[in-house]
């Protein structure tokens, strides 16, 4: 599928300093989730990924997926009888992008035979918490120590930014705002995952 071939980035190209590499894939697959998603009756969608959707049509989305198949997906659902809010455990995409993470996350792991990237991820890797803890049921066991310190050095870089920019505030300087973002990927993951 044309859509799903836009998603096909690898787990190694998504290695940034700084940044999960699952967070950024995932993040992207989201946005191609509405290009994926048929109109069905009775389809069940959580409120972010309903939302995802309305604001699909004015998005990047625009040129892989027109307006006609957000608006053809919320006829059938409006046909059908109302579900009213609709768990993530219940929904339709959130199971996809669940599925996708397990994929990215087995890559990723196999990874790990590469001597590079092992140094690579000791020195520069990032991982959010939620895909750190995920991550250590895929990696070989000697290597679960290594994905442990790895947050830990990303939460005391984390602090380190935090409390100079927290200092900056208080100076007036408020450039720098990025690195909430960073903080909250940390803690909780991208939006929605
Ligand atoms: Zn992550
Ligand atoms: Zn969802």
């Not at 959580?46 to 040129?63: I, V």
């Amino acid at each position: 599928m044309k859509a799903e071939a836009a998603t096909q980035a690898s787990v190694s190209q998504a290695l940034t300093k700084g940044a999960c590499p699952i967070c950024g894939i995932l993040k992207d697959f989201q946005w191609t989730l509405a290009a994926i998603v048929r109109p069905q009756a009775a389809l069940r969608l959580c409120n972010f990924h309903t939302w995802a959707l309305a604001r699909s049509r004015g998005g990047s989305l625009e040129r892989s997926t027109p307006g006609e198949s957000v608006s053809s997906v919320f006829l059938e659902m409006l046909k059908s009888s109302p579900a009213g809010k609709v768990s993530s455990d219940d929904c339709a995409l959130c199971h996809r992008v669940r599925e996708e993470e397990v994929t990215r996350l087995r890559e990723l792991a196999q990874q790990f035979q590469r001597p590079m990237f092992v140094e690579w991820m000791k020195t520069q890797g990032s991982l959010c918490l939620d895909h750190a803890g995920k991550l250590k049921e895929f990696v070989p066991l000697r290597y679960r120590t290594l994905v442990d310190e790895v947050v830990e050095r990303n939460r005391s870089e984390l602090r380190e930014e935090l409390e100079a920019f927290h200092e900056q505030l208080k100076q007036g300087v408020h450039a720098g705002g990025g690195l909430l973002g960073r903080v909250a990927e940390f803690l909780v993951g991208q939006r929605g995952l």
